[in-house]
């Protein structure tokens, strides 16, 4: 179930981005009274014809965010996380993913608790990543084919520094080695949270 929730997370995070993009144009913005951070705004955006409305806004620490009706992201200095919460049809149950981004994506299924349950790796095409993970100096531990492994030490990505992985087969970077900086992994998992708290409320019009 984990690697399904995680891959459309992935979806999700990849399927509008952010208005930073190029060729997008910033048709209107307003202040919204429900904002995760009081200078939230609904912002309108056209890009390639396509019209659509996010909300941005910039945390207290100055990271700069956006949530759209399907995912949300958040810049945290030194690293990019993608967030999204969905409801599963199958058990009513809502699941929730942050997704680090780099050159390799690692997706984190979050618990109800909000806690990280699962892992799962993804080279810069969204192709699986298998092959052994280690956070900051715990033991290493190997993923299943899928590039997934359940997380037994839950508190060691909220407090860790970094993600060491060892794939087992060439990525197109060309890299069997890489390491992901968890810098922002708290202000991600807030956000998360208030997603989660917020599911079907949020207004985008």
Not at 123 to 133: C, E, L, N, Q, R
Not at 145 to 154: D, E, S, V
Request: hydrophobic share 40%; aromatic share 8%; with cysteine.
């Amino acid at each position: 179930m984990f690697r399904k929730v995680l891959l459309c997370s992935l979806a999700l995070a990849f399927g509008i981005g952010s208005a930073a993009a190029q060729g997008v144009t910033v048709k209107s913005k307003r202040p919204v009274s429900d904002g995760w951070f009081p200078n939230e705004q609904l912002v309108v955006i056209e890009r390639s014809g396509y019209i659509y409305s996010e909300r941005r806004g910039k945390t207290s620490e100055g990271y700069d965010y956006w949530i759209s009706p399907q995912a949300a992201q958040i810049e945290t200095g030194r690293q990019t996380w993608g967030a999204s919460c969905k409801i599963d049809a199958m058990d009513d149950k809502t699941y929730c993913t942050l997704i680090l981004i780099d050159k390799m994506k690692a997706s984190i299924a979050l618990s109800d608790m909000g806690e990280p349950s699962a892992l799962c790796l993804y080279f810069s095409d969204f192709t699986p990543a298998s092959g052994m993970v280690r956070i900051d100096k715990l033991v290493a531990e190997q993923t299943d084919r899928q590039g997934c492994m359940p997380l037994q030490a839950a508190g060691a990505i909220a407090t860790g520094k970094s993600i060491l992985i060892h794939t087992d087969q060439m990525g197109p970077d060309y890299q069997f080695e890489h390491q992901l900086s968890l810098d922002g992994y708290k202000q991600a998992s807030h956000l998360v949270s208030h997603l989660r708290a917020n599911m079907g409320s949020l207004s985008f019009d």
